[in-house]
């Protein structure tokens, strides 16, 4: 119950385009999205998206990526583009259900942007 699957992610090079996908397990998440963690650094935020369709990106990915949700698949999406080499960093898929708001992740996926 609760299992967040990835897929994606990679080798890229600066100013190339990845996109990352997360399946879930059938559970339906108020919140889904994506947090990234770097070496050395806190997990941040990345891009959420709830059911009601409200959209939140990190200011530093805005105009760059982009968050959807497949809701026959139960799945949510990043789509990352003009990437930087300081996006490099593993992405983890993050659910969170309602009422209690209760946090799910997946097991992460590394995105190194290099030339």
């Known amino acids: 119950q609760g299992q967040l699957v990835e897929s994606g992610g990679g080798l890229v090079q600066p100013g190339g385009s990845l996109s990352l996908s997360c399946s879930t397990s059938?559970?339906?998440?108020?919140?889904m999205g994506w947090y990234r963690q770097a070496p050395g650094k806190q997990r941040e935020m990345v891009a959420t998206?709830?059911?009601?369709?409200?959209?939140n990106y990190a200011d530093s990915v805005k105009g760059r990526f982009t968050v959807s949700r497949d809701y026959a698949k139960n799945m949510v999406s990043l789509q990352m583009s003009s990437l930087k080499p300081e996006d490099t960093a593993v992405y983890y898929c993050?659910?969170?259900?309602?009422?209690?708001?209760?946090?799910?992740w997946g097991q992460g996926t590394q995105v190194t942007v290099s030339s």
């Open positions: 059938g559970t339906i998440f108020y919140v």
């Open positions: 993050n659910g969170k259900k309602m009422p209690t708001m209760t946090e799910f």
């Open positions: 998206m709830t059911t009601s369709g409200d959209i």
